[in-house]
């Protein structure tokens, strides 16, 4: 790469660590940049698996707050099913030919931006209905782990709205504020980016010189996001990733 391209990646990186933290479309950003670059897709999409890794550790870290409000044993439930979901991702990936996601996704990534956009009208139906509705859900219920599940699946597959999708299932699973899910969320994807960067890294061919500079940038996007995120007010940050998703879905299409 010549020292310009170097400097878009790094750019790529640092606005894809940030958009982790925050809306969760960070492969938007960061994977068309490595394909300009002329880097094979499968090649890309692992490079870039691998190379978002540190932003979604220090956005991990920035949300420690607010991830101390989930209990324990939930946080270590939606980390582990995220993980193996990311294992069946990763394996997809590696064996099937792209355009099967790839025509899914952008529909995918809008109907859960539906979701996200009217989450706190569902989670008050969901209330009303429940025999104790003046009682806050902290036990995930296996739709939510089967949802957790499948966005690991997508997460290590592909990515791009992976955080979008995530927001949407823990949103409507669990009755926690939208800046503790935004945590719990780059948490989510920081375990199935870990698991299927791991696996990458054994057993497909990676771009290492761009992964390296896209988490030199990101590990200082991530960190920064997590701030930015924990500082919108809820209603304009469900806006944020509504237009975001919808963007990423377009341009998906």
């Known amino acids: 790469m010549t020292g310009p391209e170097q400097l878009a990646v790094v750019g790529a990186g640092l606005g894809a660590g940030i958009l982790t933290s925050t809306v969760g479309v960070a492969s938007l950003l960061s994977f068309p ?101 003046h009682d806050l859900r902290r036990s995930m219920s296996p739709a939510t782990i089967l949802g957790t599940t499948l966005t690991g699946v997508y997460g290590g597959y592909f990515g791009a709205g992976a955080g979008v999708m995530m927001m949407a299932v823990l949103g409507i699973g669990l009755d926690l504020e939208l800046r503790v899910v935004n945590g719990l969320k780059t948490l989510a994807l920081l375990a199935a980016n870990l698991v299927a960067g791991i696996i990458f890294l054994f057993v497909a061919d990676l771009n290492l010189q761009a992964a390296a500079l896209l988490a ?32 990423a879905a377009v341009l998906m299409l």
């Open 33 to 133: 940049v490595l394909i300009a670059l002329g880097i094979p897709p499968v090649v890309a999409n692992a490079s870039n698996t691998l190379g978002l890794l540190p932003g979604a550790l220090s956005g991990a870290f920035g949300y420690r707050r607010e991830l101390r409000e989930v209990p324990r044993r939930q946080v270590v439930i939606v980390v582990l099913v995220c993980a193996v979901g990311a294992v069946g991702g990763a394996a997809l990936l590696l064996a099937l030919p792209s355009k099967v996601f790839a025509s899914a996704a952008p529909w995918l990534i809008l109907f859960t931006c539906l979701i996200v956009g009217v989450q706190p009208w569902i989670s008050r139906w969901l209330r009303a209905r429940s025999d104790h509705p």
């Open 216 to 247: 030199a940038g990101s590990i200082v996007g991530g960190y920064a996001g997590a701030h930015i995120g924990r500082r919108l007010p809820a209603t304009f940050l469900r806006v944020l990733i509504v237009l975001a998703g919808v963007t």
